[in-house]
């Protein structure tokens, strides 16, 4: 039963500015979140927010600048093998599956290399039936044909179950998919999010699902984390933060989903001062001074520009 959790995340990049001192871009600040077995927890926010990065440094493409990160409870060691070592445990669905495919090489070789590499398979025979069983996990086949195939000879939706695949070839128990259908035809986002709610419930996995569509994160995870300017603004069980959002930056997702049975939407701020249980306060800045978005939630005129300019 394994859970993955970031304490205090940071990561902080350094952007040239008109003067002679760089400034300091504050691109996740202070970010804690925990996945545990078998639920799915929604990172939502705008683009630029964090949500990707946040993945990086789970993954460890990108270290962190400050805060740890734990599987089971054991922080995560430095080093090649602590790395290999990890993410046999801890798999990502990239956005893209085009540019997370290598379009050189056939399918057949781009599942073999994980189960090789970790110690999945060792014989032949071993190979052909785990090449197998992964193709039917993700509904492809037949085999032999899916298997000799390139990246470019699939559609859509097969590269994506193909790179799913891939990321179960050595058998995690953590999945991160960072907005895995955004690059897919909107006739199959449903297809692909129901496949990874299965995969969830049968392998009892612990999933993060990066995403900035409120309605597949309300359907398909448990828990929903808001993110705004690389820090958490609320975060709940999905349906409480989607019908009953709190914090007014939460509160325009919602509003900006299309739904053609919704009443009129009003902002409430007055909800979010009176609620004890938001995570931030009031005086939320952005991680860099830019116009009205990196502008504090302190009184009605800050949140009627938004409205007005958003």
Excluded: C
């Excluded at 962190?64 to 445990?89: C, F, V």
């Excluded at 929903?224 to 509160?251: A, F, K, W």
């Excluded at 991680?287 to 800050?302: I, L």
């Amino acid at each position: 039963m394994t859970t993955l959790e970031a304490l205090h995340l940071a990561k902080d990049y350094q952007i040239r500015g008109s003067g002679l001192r760089p400034h300091i871009l504050k691109a996740v600040d202070d970010v804690s979140l925990v996945v545990r077995p078998g639920e799915s927890v929604a990172l939502v926010g705008e683009s630029g927010s964090g949500k990707s990065t946040i993945a990086k440094m789970l993954i460890r493409l990108v270290d962190p600048t400050a805060g740890d990160i734990t599987l089971d409870g054991e922080r995560i060691g430095s080093g090649h093998r602590a790395t290999k070592r990890y993410r046999k445990r801890v798999q990502m669905v990239f956005q893209d599956p085009f540019s997370s495919l290598n379009p050189s090489l056939p399918i057949r070789h781009q599942l073999v290399r994980p189960l090789r590499i970790h110690g999945i398979v060792r014989t032949r025979a071993e190979e052909e039936r785990e090449l197998r069983r992964l193709l039917d996990s993700v509904n492809l086949g037949p085999a032999a044909e899916i298997l000799a195939k390139y990246p470019h000879e699939l559609s859509g939706g097969q590269r994506q179950r193909i790179a799913i695949a891939r990321a179960l070839a050595p058998q995690p128990e953590v999945l991160i998919a960072d907005e895995p259908v955004s690059m897919l035809d909107v006739s199959i986002r449903l297809e692909i999010l129901q496949l990874l709610d299965d995969l969830k419930r049968q392998r009892n996995l612990a999933v993060l699902y990066i995403t900035h569509d409120l309605a597949t994160a309300r359907h398909f995870s448990t828990q929903i984390v808001v993110m705004r300017h690389g820090r958490v603004v609320e975060r709940g069980p999905s349906s409480d933060v989607i019908l009953n959002p709190i914090h007014p930056y939460t509160q325009l997702l919602v509003r900006a989903a299309p739904d053609p049975h919704s009443e009129a939407f009003e902002l409430d701020p007055e909800r979010y001062r009176r609620s004890p249980d938001v995570l931030v306060t009031p005086d939320d800045p952005g991680p860099a001074e830019q116009g009205h978005w990196a502008r504090a939630w302190t009184d009605d005129a800050a949140v009627a520009e938004l409205l007005a300019t958003a």
